[in-house]
């Protein structure tokens, strides 16, 4: 519009608006009848007639949030979880999957065409999960001494449930405060037999949870995963320190509440002044103290505080696809940036001559090399290196030829310029760039393609149903 805003509209202002498209942080966006562009906040779909009211006037757009709901979208469901929209978990519930899968293909075009300028390229349609609920094979709950109340309790004189304990999730926005959750929808059903078990333990035995502010109490986080290969569930339980007769009662305890269960239980220990679920020491309560899970034709070995990909029948899919797109040949030098624990690298070692791996964390290339071991993988080598500082390695990595394929999985702020210009000055033939961010992915491709690169091809994959996240493959080929 040309003309400014702030002279129609004031903040308080109600308006009425459909919903046209979902944005950034929770926001969708809509138009008003003058041709006005509005930010809204509120658990919305496309297609949503609301009410809304005005919280800021920017001179060419408003931003506002949900008063009332008017008339629901055709997208709309009935969320299967009781405490959707309290919890920050699952914002995209109350959306129809299929729905979800159209917002997702939109969400990756409308990146790679306003950021990247890819206005010719067309995104695959997004590859649907086997289930859209119950798939996670980890899920961290916090303890906290502070109860998240919810909207009907407020009023109530005597509370539902202890004010002072609360084991599930933080609210969003809130380091202290914690949503006692009963049931997650996207934890298995042991998981969250898990879950039970030990709120009653806790309850029973008086445990003081987790204060985040003060730094008090001995209950801090509960650690589930969970193998669908063995069906074989780990029990992890986060505490201030070690007590070996409690943990021995709490073994009991969950043997006698889930019989039959085959699962392994740990006692991480922390004293560290945060709220970060990974202990200093580690104890076993029960069993060997970790699970196995497989992917593909390849067998991992998961501690509890191992990095593997939460959702293990998209994994699959995530590998499959990256496999496709490289194209390998036997006699391939392939180089993965970004490895982990060697998931990707050792897929594409079992089909090409060399896999080399490289990423900074220490502990994942520990990692990383067992997993090749444990596989029988000889030709996979793990290099552990600052991928901002990748040119510095070329040398050393003479000894396996140039690449031909490079596969790189970066974090969600996308790769450092420093690796990416690397990267495009070693000409593989084929960059399989794997994506959590759309923004990024598209302002890097962008970056890619002025090095005499091609986008030939994206292919969304859907690792987190019930979230606005999705994980996007892109194939770019060099074209010199």
């Keep these: 519009m040309e003309k400014n805003l702030r002279e129609i509209y004031g903040k308080g202002d109600r308006i009425e608006l459909t919903i046209s498209d979902i944005a950034e942080k929770d926001q969708c966006f809509g138009r008003l009848g003058d041709g006005a562009g509005v930010l809204v906040r509120g658990m919305l779909a496309v297609g949503d007639r609301v009410l809304a009211e005005v919280t800021r006037v920017k001179p060419t757009y408003l931003e506002a949030v949900t008063r009332a709901l008017l008339e629901p979208s055709e997208d709309r469901v009935k969320p299967a979880c009781p405490v959707f929209g309290v919890c920050g978990g699952c914002k995209w519930m109350h959306v129809g999957y299929e729905a979800q899968l159209r917002y997702k293909r939109k ?45 009907r309790e407020l009023d109530m004189e005597v509370l539902e449930k202890p004010k002072d304990f609360a084991l599930g999730f933080h609210a969003p926005g809130n380091f202290e405060k914690v949503l006692d959750i009963e049931t997650c929808y996207l934890a298995t059903e042991d998981m969250n037999s898990a879950l039970a078990v030990t709120r009653d333990f806790a309850l029973e035995k008086g445990l003081s949870p987790y204060a985040a502010r003060d730094h008090d109490g001995f209950l801090r986080n509960l650690v589930l995963r969970r193998s669908e290969e063995h069906d074989e569930l780990m029990v992890n339980i986060v505490t201030s320190s070690y007590d070996a007769g ?93 490895c982990g624990t060697g998931t990707i ?64 999985d970066p974090p969600r702020a996308g790769m450092h310029p420093k690796a990416l210009r690397t990267m495009v000055r070693l000409q593989p033939e084929t960059i399989v760039y794997v994506s959590c961010n759309p923004a990024n992915l598209a302002r890097d491709g962008k970056e890619i393609c002025g090095w005499d690169y091609r986008l030939e091809e994206v292919r969304p994959v859907d690792m987190f149903p019930h979230t606005s996240h999705v994980e996007t493959l892109a194939c770019f080929k060099r074209t010199v």
């Design 345 to 408: 690298t050792l897929y594409l070692a079992e089909r090409c001559r060399r896999a080399v791996g490289l990423e900074v964390v220490e502990s994942s290339i520990a990692d990383a090399r067992e997993n090749a071991r444990r596989n029988g993988i000889g030709n996979a080598t793990f290099c552990q290196a600052d991928l901002k500082d990748f040119h510095t390695l070329l040398d050393s990595l003479e000894e396996f030829g140039p690449p031909r394929v490079v596969v790189t």
């Design 107 to 151: 969400k990756v075009q409308d990146a790679l065409e306003h950021i990247g300028g890819f206005s010719d390229m067309e995104v695959q349609p997004v590859q649907s999960a086997k289930r859209a609920l119950h798939y996670r094979n980890k899920v961290e709950f916090s303890c906290s001494s502070k109860r998240y109340l919810m909207p």
């Design 246 to 338: 409690l943990m021995a009662e709490y073994r009991d305890r969950l043997l006698e509440s889930m019989p039959g269960r085959n699962m392994t239980i740990v006692n991480n220990v922390t004293a560290r002044k945060n709220t970060v679920a990974v202990g200093e020491r580690e104890y076993p309560v029960y069993g060997d103290g970790f699970i196995e899970e497989r992917l593909g034709d390849l067998h991992f070995r998961i501690s509890a505080n191992s990095f593997f990909q939460t959702n293990t029948s998209q994994a699959e899919a995530l590998y499959d696809g990256i496999m496709k797109m490289a194209g390998l040949r036997p006699d391939d030098t392939v180089y993965d940036l970004y």
